[in-house]
């Protein structure tokens, strides 16, 4: 559903919702709404909760890191892992640069201090993750690469990544990319939720990226049969820098 901005693109949304539950195509329980700000997943639910005060199901309204936080939460092997902030991040990665040796670093050895460098390689890994990079992956691809800051930030990846796996740490980009590998490797579970899900609607849907239209793809493949809608408008796309793509809206 394209629109443009102030057009009722979440109110359309709503009432699809509310639809689908009056006329019995799906319960609360059945339907999964997706969006990218806890506030509007407030908001959303607030408005469906005013027009279904007589219905009482459970309802799986939230952000996308949410929804595969709740996912993991409940199904992934390993349970215990702590979800850490932006901060903490940084503080991890500073630990990192501060124990490389210098290498590893290369040319970029001089500014293993500086902060601003802290913030640009996590804005990168953040770039790789939010695309389905592994660190494995990038580091086998820059091998042949003549650019020694290219190998740089692969090497300097794939060790923060394994740093963050020996402490038992996860940023939110790894909830989306923990729940497509889980998804991938337990059919059953995929196709359950699949099943569960026999309506799902996607708010801002210009403001995906690559993973997160991934595990759209994961749980309601057009040949499957959750219906799926989603809502947005391309010129609206905020997330750009994050490695959103708002192609995939068409």
């Given at each position: 559903m394209l629109a443009g901005p102030g057009t009722g693109k979440t109110h359309a949304l709503v009432d699809l919702y509310e639809q689908a539950v009056r006329e019995g195509i799906a319960g609360r329980d059945q339907i999964l709404v997706l969006t990218f700000s806890t506030g509007a997943a407030g908001e959303i639910a607030r408005r469906i909760d005013e027009r279904l005060q007589d219905d009482y199901g459970e309802a799986w309204i ?189």
């Amino acid at each position: 559903m394209l629109a443009g901005p102030g057009t009722g693109k979440t109110h359309a949304l709503v009432d699809l919702y509310e639809q689908a539950v009056r006329e019995g195509i799906a319960g609360r329980d059945q339907i999964l709404v997706l969006t990218f700000s806890t506030g509007a997943a407030g908001e959303i639910a607030r408005r469906i909760d005013e027009r279904l005060q007589d219905d009482y199901g459970e309802a799986w309204i939230s952000t996308f890191h949410s929804f595969c936080a709740r996912v993991l939460r409940d199904h992934a092997p390993d349970r215990e892992r702590l979800l850490v902030n932006g901060f903490q991040e940084w503080i991890v990665m500073r630990k990192l640069l501060t124990d490389m040796d210098a290498g590893v670093l290369g040319p970029l050895d001089g500014v293993r201090r500086s902060e601003a460098f802290a913030h640009d390689l996590l804005a990168f890994v953040a770039l790789m993750k939010q695309n389905l990079v592994h660190p494995a992956a990038l580091q086998l691809a820059v091998e042949a690469s003549a650019s020694e800051r290219l190998q740089v930030l692969a090497a300097v990846y794939q060790a923060y990544q394994h740093r963050m796996q020996e402490a038992r740490l996860v940023d939110f980009r790894d909830l989306i990319s923990g729940t497509i590998e889980l998804l991938q490797s337990r059919p059953a579970l995929r196709d359950g939720m699949r099943a569960k899900f026999q309506l799902i609607l996607v708010d801002e849907f210009q403001d995906v990226d690559p993973a997160q239209f991934e595990l759209l793809r994961l749980i309601a493949p057009p040949e499957s049969a959750p219906r799926l809608v989603v809502v947005g408008d391309p010129d609206q796309s905020i997330y750009g820098f994050r490695g959103t793509v708002p192609r995939l809206l068409s």
